[in-house]
């Protein structure tokens, strides 16, 4: 084992066995590991205790309306895209008390129980994910008001970023900028190749899980490798988009006849924003017992394509789906920008692999801009 710890900027080496010694490392540290695994046919992310828990020597075939699970010819363990799970599900959990109301001796009495902030270190975050983490942060970290609890839980959370080599056939991350490999923000970024893993140094706190590790610096034939296998799966994307001046093109085209057309498909079921990554749409709720005895005050996410959710003061502002759909994808490609000065989209392809009817964002703004 070298005597020193690797510079933040640093690229190594390690057997892919030694990766649990890294987990060993951060699970000794106080984190929780969070990472893909297989559950009832898909790959989800959940608490994991180590390598044995991977989806090693599984893909996952994605299309339209289409997920299924397949065995690989190798042992790989991130040979995956992504499944219907984001990391949004920890850093932002779908619902959370935000105040507890109990009777005790004939009054009512606030009960102050709010639970410490899990440490977690995220095993496998993908390039679409860092940016969908970034965004995220924009949203409930950067202005005024912010979310506590959020806030807590993104501080201490450590990321194990994967670079993409096998990207899915909804993908489009190469033409949002967010993939296939891993933006900024990690502490620390794995490449798989047949036998090792190339390992970036993101942060000193990476450095320092790799202490425990036998490592050495990565040769130039393994960088170069590492290089190759990206620049495929660049050129294996499943889908691509045309970004160019989208906020005009979505303004200039709120009265498109294609607008009538995706909602005689859509079934306003909501699937496709809890897939995704960045949508934050929320609702705050007060619930309580049978017996009236406990109240509690809770937040849950919610859906820009339930009905309740755009039912203000004097009614309903978008009551059909076609105004639904329209404020979604209009919301992610263009108000997005002027909201958080940055797309709300990183190109995932989840809303497009679980959405019951299968249909594409990609398709849809092609189809505004007149290109199907
Ligand atoms: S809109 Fe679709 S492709 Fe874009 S981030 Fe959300 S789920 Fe992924
Ligand atoms: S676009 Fe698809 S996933 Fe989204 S609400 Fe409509 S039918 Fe459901």
Aim: hydrophobic residues 35%; aromatic residues 10%; contains cysteine.
């Amino acid at each position: 084992m070298p005597e020193l710890t690797p510079t933040i900027g640093a690229f190594v080496s390690i057997e892919k066995g030694r990766l649990q010694n890294v987990m060993d490392a951060l699970k000794a540290a106080g984190y929780t590991l969070v990472g893909p695994t297989l559950d009832e046919g898909a790959i989800v992310y959940d608490e994991i205790e180590g390598v044995a828990d991977l989806p090693r020597g599984w893909t996952d075939r994605q299309e339209p309306a289409s997920y299924r699970l397949q065995r690989r010819e190798d042992d790989a363990y991130f040979g995956y895209v992504v499944g219907p799970h984001s990391w949004k599900k920890f850093l932002l959990p779908p619902r959370r008390t935000l105040m507890r109301v109990v009777k005790k001796e004939g009054a009512f009495v606030v009960v102050d129980e709010e639970e410490p902030a899990p440490r977690y270190a995220f095993i496998g975050v993908r390039g679409c994910e860092m940016q969908a983490i970034h965004i995220q942060d924009r949203v409930f970290l950067g202005g005024p008001y912010q979310d506590p609890g959020y806030r807590a839980r993104r501080q201490q959370a450590f990321v194990l970023a994967v670079n993409c080599t096998e990207p899915g056939g909804t993908c489009f991350c190469a033409s949002m900028g967010t993939g296939p490999e891993v933006g900024l923000g990690y502490d620390l970024a794995l490449t798989e190749l047949d036998d090792i893993f190339i390992v970036e140094i993101g942060s000193e706190l990476g450095a320092t899980m790799m202490r425990e590790t036998d490592w050495r610096p990565a040769g130039a034939f393994e960088l170069q490798q590492a290089r190759d296998a990206l620049a495929e799966a660049r050129r294996n994307m499943g889908r691509q988009l045309d970004t160019t001046d989208l906020p005009n093109l979505l303004y200039k085209n709120l009265e498109h006849a294609r607008w009538d057309q995706v909602a005689d498909r859509c079934l306003s079921c909501g699937n496709c924003t809890m897939v995704c990554p960045t949508c934050f749409c929320q609702d705050v709720l007060d619930v309580s017992d049978l017996k009236g005895e406990t109240f509690e005050r809770v937040w849950v996410w919610d859906s820009c394509f339930s009905i309740d959710y755009s039912h203000v003061h004097g009614g309903n502002i978008r009551p059909h789906t076609r105004a639904r759909y329209r404020q979604w994808l209009t919301h992610k490609f263009a108000s997005w920008i002027d909201q958080f000065g940055v797309i709300g989209c990183v190109g995932c392809g989840r809303c497009i692999t679980w959405c019951p009817v299968g249909i594409d964002v990609t398709e849809e703004i092609d189809a505004i801009r007149g290109e199907v």
